[in-house]
């Protein structure tokens, strides 16, 4: 399986960013999904998941500004970043399978992800 993430870029603290995760195949259609983030200098860490009949998680730090959520298609994940801080910066990843390798990150590949850099 390949994702492909996009729509990073450079924020304003304050600012917003949607990203998008596409993968090949139908992976997104049939498994829970997550976005991480790695920080530079830091382990990669979930952020948010949703889950195959779409109940959310989102992480303590960014709970009230990130978003997660899957198009009627269920082709594309998305990850909708508002009232972004400095500390918010990295890149970004997403993957998909159980709610237990979302936690335990136990995937084989990984996409290139998509960089949040801070303009502060």
């Known amino acids: 399986v390949q994702f492909v993430e996009s729509g990073g870029g450079l924020v304003q603290p304050g600012g917003s960013l949607r990203l998008s995760c596409r993968a090949s195949g139908t992976i997104l259609s049939i498994a829970a999904a997550g976005w991480y983030r790695q920080a530079p200098g830091k382990q990669r860490e979930l952020v948010a998941s949703?889950?195959?009949?779409?109940?959310?998680n989102v992480a303590e730090p960014v709970k009230d500004r990130f978003t997660i959520s899957r198009d009627r298609a269920r082709t594309t994940v998305y990850l909708q970043m508002d009232r972004l801080k400095p500390e918010d910066a990295g890149v970004y990843y997403c993957?998909?399978?159980?709610?237990?390798?979302?936690?335990?990150?136990?995937?084989?590949?990984w996409g290139q992800g998509t960089e949040v850099s801070d303009n502060s």
């Open positions: 993957n998909a399978g159980s709610a237990k390798k979302l936690s335990r990150m136990d995937f084989i590949s």
């Open positions: 949703i889950s195959r009949l779409g109940s959310t």
